[in-house]
């Protein structure tokens, strides 16, 4: 390693940032049974090394092998009509970069991908050449991600899987007719190809090693994806139901949103937006948690009714709104799933409640000392309070006029090209100049 | 108002306990050997710290704890915050008087803040693994100063441990001036001559051969990982406090004589 690094790793840094896979979750290896022999452990949580100026976690190398490319996508920084200084690593300067920054604890591993050199299996062989130093050379335990190239054969594909701990492919356009506009050498078959082979892969090993603990895993930390939101005209509920498939047909562990940043302006197939769809990614990452965590279908967040997230209010308070016959409920006989249903009521809260209410009734100001955003939550809880206006009084408009006034500052909404304005809290609901007239106490 | 007086350490504090079951007293204030004691105390008992003492009171405690909750002592007893030793005695009596199992009653004052306590260390602990950066020295040992709001260090031997098992190392802390030393699967408890230190990080002339080349590709890496565009130094902040920066091979401030200031590329996103 010399200057000549420094120069490489800043064209190739550079180039890899805007896949936002940041996890080096999903695998717990020591110097035990599965360990490679060498250096390293992981973590099963995973660990944030590092916080860049953005906001995003550093957790792994996340590094380009090289950024020449032979495609010409038109959302990329990397095709091959840019003017941009390219460079590549040799396997085995990258191996050794990996391992020296592994040991002075600043990752957790290594993020590779590359742009496609020559043909997607020249492009993933030189790639697992590095991998294949790391783990048999230095006997590596850290955290390897590694993208596969969409086209990749499946002897390569199985080839990785006993090298990596994660795999990932990107759909990056959620629709195949818009996928073909943009990247015309794509298609989503190369990517849930390679998919599915990977989730087969990864079923039969964990069948097999039920009978043979000691055979090696295949991609133990299971495998994820990314979309670009933005950049074509999918409406949210599109996006959520492509995400939603994902997770139960091939086991996905993550589905990444990545806000359209507008590179390459003067590709006229893309849209001319001023600013990355900030808000709206937010919205997204919240619907999944619902759908992961929250036990949320992806029709109850968007559906035909509803296309587009609610911008001013996350997915969860907003479909509380549109359901207030589920409310109110009482947080000391609820069961836990639907404790999760209350706005302001977390995973934790709602664990920590079904802990503590064990002791004895909870009433307000305990819940709210478990974690409980009771400023959210009063509208929705049965509580002992009399005359309060909850949401089964006073009704949905009253309430989000509520937790929208409730909140600092102003939310801009963020404009789409494409479809209608994403939706105000004047276009959702029925239009509303004025609140309804509170319910007398009985 | 009865108060005990004991040696501030942790046996010390389950030799408490154990005094105050056996003369039925339960004291409301704690103070240790050197501590000023208020001018009104109505009964004033200092504790004598005997294996025998606290080894009852923690076979006791194992009894009616779960290895979570036990752990949780003693996360809350390295927060060395003012009275958390008060709380830990509150808590321990309280585990110690009732017949069934408490420890889940997060609505009761005194399990809460134990449970507090050990979410506050447990994340400072965690915080710490990811941004303890380590320097190689000329003697090829990897050297990490750390700055903890809590006694933390602790906590962090074992994960060094497994990961760097094939590397000598130094944790340091600087907060508390004591370190740990791992060498060939043993650990020792080590001071050190902080004149080696500039910042918290070991001066040019110790380190090895290629040492400064390495941070500078960190920083450079850092650098240009970071997509401009979405800029946010609040969430930044948030995840990251300032506190830790000082530390960060990433976002220390550069000493003026240090070679790999002249090669340090302007950070472009504060322009």
């Known amino acids: 390693m010399n200057e000549n690094t420094i120069k490489k790793l800043k064209i190739l840094a550079d180039a890899a940032k805007y896949d936002v896979s940041c996890s080096s979750s999903g695998v717990s290896r020591g110097s035990g049974t599965g360990s490679w022999g060498g250096v390293g452990s992981a973590q099963g949580m995973g660990l944030c090394h590092s916080f860049t100026d953005d906001g995003r976690c550093i957790s792994l190398l996340k590094i380009l092998f090289t950024n020449y490319c032979k495609y010409d996508c038109a959302y990329c920084i990397n095709r091959q009509s840019n003017d941009v200084p390219r460079a590549a690593f040799s396997s085995a300067e990258l191996a050794e970069l990996v391992i020296e920054f592994y040991r002075r604890n600043y990752i957790e591993g290594l993020f590779l991908s590359s742009g496609v050199v020559q043909n997607p299996d020249y492009t993933m062989e030189r790639m697992l050449r590095a991998l294949s130093i790391l783990r048999h050379h230095y006997g590596f335990n850290g955290y390897i991600h590694l993208k596969s190239i969409p086209g990749t054969s499946p002897e390569l594909v199985h080839e990785a899987g006993l090298l990596a701990d994660r795999m990932s492919i990107n759909i990056e356009i959620p629709s195949e007719q818009n996928l073909k506009m943009l990247a015309p050498d794509k298609d989503h078959q190369s990517v849930y190809k390679p998919m599915y082979f990977i989730s087969q892969g990864i079923l039969e090993n964990q069948t097999e090693r039920k009978k043979h603990k000691k055979l090696p895993k295949f991609t133990p930390a299971g495998q994820s994806t990314q979309m670009i939101i933005g950049a074509s005209n999918e409406r949210d509920k599109d996006i959520l139901k492509l995400s939603s498939l994902l997770y139960s047909g091939p086991q996905l562990k993550r589905v990444y949103y990545s806000g359209f940043i507008p590179v390459n302006s003067y590709d006229s197939r893309l849209p001319a937006l001023r600013e990355v769809p900030l808000v709206r990614e937010n919205r997204l990452y919240q619907a999944d948690w619902l759908m992961r965590f929250y036990q949320f279908e992806h029709n109850e967040i968007a559906n035909d009714d509803f296309p587009d997230l609610d911008m001013e209010l996350d997915p969860k308070i907003s479909w509380a709104l549109r359901n207030p016959e589920f409310f109110p409920i009482d947080p000391n006989r609820a069961d836990y799933p639907v404790l999760l249903r209350v706005p302001g009521i977390g995973l934790t809260s709602a664990k920590r409640i079904i802990v503590a209410r064990r002791h004895g009734k909870l009433d307000e100001q305990q819940l709210n000392k478990l974690g409980v955003v009771m400023k959210r939550a009063k509208f929705f809880l049965k509580l002992t309070k009399k005359g309060f206006q909850g949401i089964d009084s006073a009704g949905a408009d009253y309430v989000r006029a509520k937790l929208i006034t409730g909140k600092q500052g102003v939310i801009t909404p963020q404009l789409s090209l494409f479809g209608p304005t994403l939706p105000t809290a004047a276009k959702t609901s029925a239009p509303s100049t004025s609140l309804p007239a509170p319910s007398l106490p009985v | 108002m009865p108060i005990f007086i004991y040696d501030k350490s942790f046996e010390g504090l389950l030799s408490v306990v154990f005094d105050a079951f056996t003369l039925k007293t339960f004291p409301r204030e704690l103070y240790g050997l050197d501590d000023i004691l208020p001018l ?102 990897y050297f990490s100063a750390i700055a903890p709001k809590y006694n933390v260090l602790p906590l962090m031997i074992g994960h060094f441990s497994e990961r760097l098992h094939d590397q000598r190392w130094i944790l340091y802390d600087l907060t508390r001036r004591y370190g740990i030393l791992q060498k060939n699967g043993s650990f020792s408890e080590i001071l050190l001559d902080e004149r080696h230190l500039l910042d918290g990080f070991l001066r040019a002339e110790f380190l090895a051969e290629g040492e400064m080349l390495l941070e500078e590709l960190w920083r450079v890496y850092f650098n240009s990982t970071a997509i401009a565009e979405r800029r946010n130094p609040r969430l930044q902040r948030n995840c990251m406090p300032k506190r830790f920066w000082q530390y960060l091979t990433e976002k220390r401030a550069v000493p003026a004589g240090d070679k790999a200031a002249s090669s340090a590329q302007p950070n472009p996103m504060d322009e």
């Open chain 2, 40 to 141: 009104t105390a109505s009964k004033i008992h200092q504790v004598t710290i005997t294996p025998e003492k606290h080894r009852r009171v923690f076979t006791a405690l194992q009894k009616k704890l779960s290895p979570f909750a036990l752990r949780s002592l003693l996360y809350a007893w390295l927060s060395e915050q003012p009275s958390s030793d008060l709380a830990l005695y509150r808590y321990i009596c309280k585990v110690l008087k009732s017949t069934k199992s408490i420890e889940s009653d997060l609505a009761d004052p005194h399990i809460w803040e134990i449970s507090n306590l050990q979410r506050k260390v447990s994340k400072e602990s965690e915080r710490l693994m990811g941004f303890a950066r380590f320097q190689k020295s000329k003697e090829n040992i």
